[in-house]
């Protein structure tokens, strides 16, 4: 526990120490000494092996672990009482040197005093105690402040010492010593009286080999060889191990497979992410996405809607996935994030799997051929209104069309429909979409609605023709609207992107975090996979401040309540939205090449305009939001606050940044809520300019 919580000291506490609030120095920690704290651990680690390696056949096994700890309490009271940076340095240096002559002689000490068909067993026990180390230091430093957490550090040491003070020294010291008498009593406590023969013929080979006191033994092979390994063993990191565990799964990882299907091509599909299957949620689901899971296959395929193989028991690990029809995995298609839905067990996606693709016409599904067609109506022979609402700015949407009233299929009903039958009937702006039966229901008799949002008639938007519909899904669940006349409007200051944006090389070893929350393209992880030394290779990050100010007349509050809010243990902080904005750049042809996305840890009135007093403070865990006349501000330099660009060539590009990109926060208008910048990429700078504002 010793080794793990002092190799993984560096994530939570740097963290701490760029927090002044909780910080013991006087200033605040820059990036540059937070990455060389990092390294002094590893500084302090290297002349540890080589010390007890030869200082072990002097002194013996047991006094160098206590030697070890020793140094490594002394180091935890420094950090515990620092004030200044440079009693945290050697607070830290005196930490690693620790770790390495403890970690050194776990293994001599274990692989000595263990027979040989427990060795294996006992050096397991070790990785074991390393991971648990580096549990107890994340667990810690959530209740814990700065100092309270390297108490437990220095609490676990001083066990460890007094643990060490009640073993019994190796045998194999006694046999270079040549106490015979003190090796047949070691190895009766130790249950190994029947190896006492073969070690004491073999005393004299060892003593000639190991018996040397002389200062040049520190450089002998047998060290040498130990401090390699123990290299080896100190990049087996929280993050290290974590891989390794994902790697035992690697072939799985983004595997499709359809399930309740009458043959192997059809089916709900799962996905396989994390270590388990999840299911895929329909919503916004099309036949581009179906296009995509069927390709794999080597088919064509439609999709299904409302779980028609039938209801999961398993995590939706997908939602809102919105495919071009040519990804060659449902992975690289845009959606919501790993794990972030809202949906019920009945919404699961599937497909039918029909033709082999080389005995069809191929097919590339374009935007306006997804769904539906524009047909033309005649605004005076309809009429809309809102049914079985408690008031009249909410209820189920009803249409009155050749003489009869009826209801909207809620398949693919979003707040941008909402929106349109809001300044239809001059209600003012859509609070929320919804597919339901709460309001009652009538047959419906349109389907396939699709607005952009900002239409003023419902009837502006494109959708199927009336009578010939097709409604997926719940039977009895029909389009519903809540609308309001207060809401939020965030518009992003393209200005802030444009004058902050540029180019930064960044170690693997400080993106650690980041990495957990797939904030880095997908070569970093391939390079994670392979390279053993991963940690030592750059990425490319293009960093910019993204600012948005609060134009509406309603606060900005995460449509999630504050009880649900994920707390992410590697950054220390809840995300009360996991996807807030995000970061996309497109080639020339509208490709994507590179993206990125922010998770929203801390939604506050950074900024606001004269006269209007801040609200939302994140500290202490407070409410999260963004006042009227608020701004809410991530600089470049906030962790994932930028897109890698390490894959992505020199040449000119378009750069896309979107707040609330699915909408899952009502707003007044979400056309303010996209920067689409023109970007120019060179070896050494990115140039950002020409910014339009869109919808996302």
């Not at 067993?121 to 107890?136: N, R, Y």
């Not at 609200?615 to 470049?636: A, E, F, P, R, T």
Request: proline share 3%; charged share 20%; net charge negative.
């Amino acid at each position: 526990m010793l080794i793990g919580f002092t190799l993984s000291w560096s994530g939570p506490i740097i963290q701490k120490l760029q927090d002044l609030e909780q910080s013991p120095l006087s200033t605040k920690l820059t990036d540059t000494e937070a990455s060389f704290i990092g390294s002094l651990l590893y500084i302090g680690c290297i002349p540890g092996p080589y010390l007890v390696g030869w200082l072990s056949n002097v002194k013996g096994r047991k006094a160098c672990l206590l030697l070890g700890s020793l140094i490594s309490v002394i180091g935890y009271i420094l950090l515990i009482i620092t004030r200044t940076l440079a009693m945290l340095y050697v607070g830290r240096i005196l930490t690693g040197l620790g770790v390495g002559c403890v970690f050194l002689m776990v293994i001599v000490y274990l692989g000595e005093i263990a027979s040989t068909n427990r060795r294996g067993t006992l050096l397991a026990i070790v990785g074991i105690f390393a991971t648990l180390g580096g549990m107890v230091l994340f667990s810690a430093a959530i209740f814990f402040s700065y100092q309270g957490t390297n108490y437990v550090g220095l609490a676990i040491n001083v066990i460890f010492t007094l643990g060490v003070l009640m073993i019994p020294e190796s045998p194999m010291f006694h046999v270079l010593k040549g106490d015979d008498n003190a090796v047949k009593k070691t190895l009766q406590d130790l249950d190994r009286l029947d190896d006492l023969e073969k070690l004491t013929a073999a005393k004299k080979d060892y003593r000639t080999i190991s018996n040397i006191k002389d200062w040049r033994d520190l450089f002998t092979l047998k060290v040498l060889i130990l401090c390699k390994d123990l290299s080896e063993n100190e990049r087996a990191t929280r993050a290290a191990f974590v891989q390794r565990l994902l790697n035992s799964n690697k072939y799985l990882e983004g595997r499709l497979k359809l399930v309740g299907g009458s043959s192997k091509y059809e089916g709900n599909v799962y996905i396989y992410h994390a270590g388990r299957w999840g299911a895929v949620c329909d919503d916004s689901w099309d036949e581009a996405a179906a296009t995509v899971v069927c390709g794999i296959f080597n088919k064509t395929g439609t999709a299904t809607y409302g779980g028609q193989f039938g209801e999961t028991k398993e995590k939706f690990w997908m939602d809102d996935i919105v495919c071009e029809g040519d990804e060659k995995s449902l992975t690289e298609c845009v959606f919501s994030g790993w794990g972030s839905s809202d949906c019920e067990s009945n919404e699961v996606a599937g497909v039918i799997c029909n033709e082999d693709i080389q005995n069809s016409i191929p097919i590339k599904i374009k935007e306006e051929e997804k769904i539906r067609i524009h047909e033309a109506v005649d605004v005076r022979a309809v009429s809309l209104r809102l049914v079985g609402g408690s008031s009249s700015s909410e209820g189920r949407v009803e249409i009155y069309y050749n003489g009869v009233w009826g209801s909207i299929c809620p398949d693919g009903w979003t707040i941008f429909e909402a929106a349109a039958v809001c300044h239809h009937l001059a209600l003012g702006f859509a609070e929320q979409a919804l597919q339901t039966d709460y309001f009652g229901n009538s047959p419906i008799i349109l389907s396939g609605v699709a607005c952009e949002g900002n239409e003023t008639n419902l009837f502006m938007c494109k959708h199927r023709q009336f009578g010939q519909t097709y409604c997926p899904g719940d039977i009895g669940h029909v389009a519903a609207v809540v609308c309001t006349h207060y809401l939020a409007d965030l518009h992003l200051d393209s200005l802030a992107i444009i004058r902050s944006a540029h180019l930064q090389d960044v170690p693997m070893f400080q993106l650690q975090c980041a990495m957990e929350e797939n904030c880095l393209s997908k070569s970093a992880y391939e390079i994670q996979k392979t390279n053993p030394n991963w940690q030592f290779e750059t990425r490319r990050l293009l960093r910019f401040t993204a600012s948005s100010l609060n134009i509406g007349n309603a606060e900005f509050r995460p449509y999630l309540p504050k009880h649900l809010w994920q707390w992410h243990l590697c950054h220390m902080h809840y995300h009360s939205m996991e996807v807030f904005a995000t970061f996309d750049i497109l080639d020339m042809t509208g490709r994507r090449v590179a993206e990125g996305h922010k998770a929203s840890f801390c939604l506050e009135d950074n900024t606001c305009l004269p006269g209007v007093e801040k609200k939302y403070s994140c500290k202490n865990y407070g409410d999260q939001g963004v006042s009227i006349n608020c701004s809410d501000i991530y600089l470049y330099n906030i962790d994932c606050q930028w897109v890698d660009v390490t894959d992505v060539a020199p040449g000119d590009y378009t750069f896309k940044v979107a707040v609330n990109p699915h909408a899952r926060v009502a707003e007044q208008s979400y056309h303010n809520n996209a920067a689409v910048c023109s970007l120019r990429l060179s070896d050494t700078n990115a140039y950002v300019y020409s910014c339009n504002m869109e919808k996302p």
